[in-house]
């Protein structure tokens, strides 16, 4: 399987995290090696980390955006930034359909590939908080048949941290999906892709990224609950949240209006339109779908623990090293990269990212309709640098690709 689609397993499926996953669609990525940042053109200090959104700034933003968008080839993005007393930047670049020409809106619907993993880890911790499931459980209290699964527990799945294979590197998922990507998959089936192959270390012996890890903490979910994954999660986290937009599929549905997505991802390799493709392999890491003022709400929801008991949130946020970088590390179904909190997401043919700075009380979201690479990265992680190298110089969004 083809790095990018291995981290979309996280990222397409769930998109997600920092490159790390590809996630099939994933997204999380290591922290890449410092560089300048761009001069901005209001000063920030240490306590004042974001800058004043003026039209001087805008303008900057305007070019940046821009400039990425043409050296990356992306048909379309959507980009906001905002913070308290900052001011709001919020635009759309590009193209959402490029057969048609069509502009990118800001209204959008997007598949948000791995962002789902912190609604399905978030449903999780608040069983926690219920007394429901305890994150030192073994695994194999729930569900049969798992590799270690008498010794690997649920924090361990959450924090990518079990050591399980991950299905979307599979060579057979991989085939099964490219060929027939319309066609609905089980979570058993998943299973059945990744448990094939032995499991890579020890129980909490070091970071991998693995989407198989969101699919048995979705199978917790719905064995404690007796419900629907995508019913726990609409009811528990969508809801209380005062998300108005986001939804857990249960097929291939897409609300609109949403743009199209383009993903070279494909059987033949050639760039192809995955608009209609059934996300259903993503499944708990990777599903859902959102627009942009639920991700901007959900971006602080998530990160200040609004769902959460605060001694929850705080294991949460015990973030563990994922690439030896002190600027960057994964939680619990979270991670922070230069001190801005959350996550991100990609799969066949749209990315998210999702971020929160605490020092500023200070969201960032991007939104594309793509997900292919360029020069190795992921696109969405080219507009999130260039973004924070402008608003927060002191805090680049800076997330480097995973290797083959």
């Known amino acids: 399987m083809r790095k990018r689609l291995r981290r ?4 397409a499926a769930a998109a997600g995290l920092v490159v790390l996953p590809l996630g099939t669609g ?20 240490a306590d004042d980390p974001f800058v004043q959104l003026t039209p001087a700034v805008a303008k900057q933003l305007d070019d940046a955006v821009r400039r990425v968008l043409a050296d990356a080839k992306v048909p379309g993005v959507v980009v906001a930034v905002s913070a308290p007393g900052k001011g709001e930047y919020v635009r759309s670049f590009g193209v959402a359909d490029k057969a048609s020409g069509a502009p990118m809106a800001t209204d959008v619907n997007v598949r948000i590939g791995s962002q789902t993993k912190t609604f399905t880890v978030t449903a999780l911790l608040e069983l926690v908080d219920r007394g429901k499931v305890g994150l030192d459980d073994p695994i194999g209290k729930y569900v049969k048949g798992v590799p270690n699964g008498d010794r690997i527990t649920l924090r361990e799945l959450a924090g990518m941290r079990s050591g399980l294979f991950s299905y979307t590197e599979d060579p057979d998922f ?59 999660i609409h009811d528990n986290v969508v809801v209380p949240a005062g998300l108005k937009h986001t939804v857990f599929p249960t097929g291939a549905e897409f609300p609109t209006p949403h743009p199209q997505g383009y993903t070279n991802q494909t059987a033949s390799g050639k760039v192809e339109n995955s608009t209609a493709w059934n996300p259903s392999w993503g499944w708990a890491a990777g599903a859902m779908i959102s627009d942009l003022p639920d991700l901007r709400r959900w971006a602080k929801v998530l990160a200040t623990g609004e769902l959460l008991k605060p001694a929850t949130q705080a294991e949460r946020l015990k973030f563990e090293s994922a690439d030896n970088s002190p600027d960057t590390g ?18 066949p043919g749209y990315e998210v990212v999702a971020m929160y700075l605490p020092q500023a009380k200070a969201t960032m979201v991007v939104m594309l309709n793509t997900d292919i690479a360029a020069e190795g990265e992921e696109p969405s992680t080219l507009f999130g640098r260039a973004i924070t190298q402008i608003v927060s110089p002191e805090h680049v969004y800076w997330l480097k690709p995973v290797q083959p």
Do not use: C
Request: charged share 15%; hydrophobic share 40%; proline share 9%.
């Open 330 to 347: 994964y939680g619990l179904g979270i991670f922070t990269d230069g001190g801005w909190i959350g996550h991100n997401g990609s799969l």
């Open 26 to 45: 994933t997204g999380y990525a290591a922290h890449a090696p410092a560089r300048p940042a761009a001069p901005v053109t209001a000063p920030v200090r």
């Open 8 to 11: 979309a397993a996280a990222g």
């Open 174 to 232: 991989y085939k099964a999906l490219t060929t027939h990507p319309t066609r609905p998959f089980t979570p058993q089936e998943l299973l059945g892709y990744a448990f094939r192959h032995p499991v890579m270390f020890e129980p909490n012996a070091k970071f991998f990224y693995s989407n198989t890890n969101l699919i048995l903490l979705g199978l917790v979910i719905e064995k404690v609950t007796g419900q629907k994954l995508g019913d726990v």
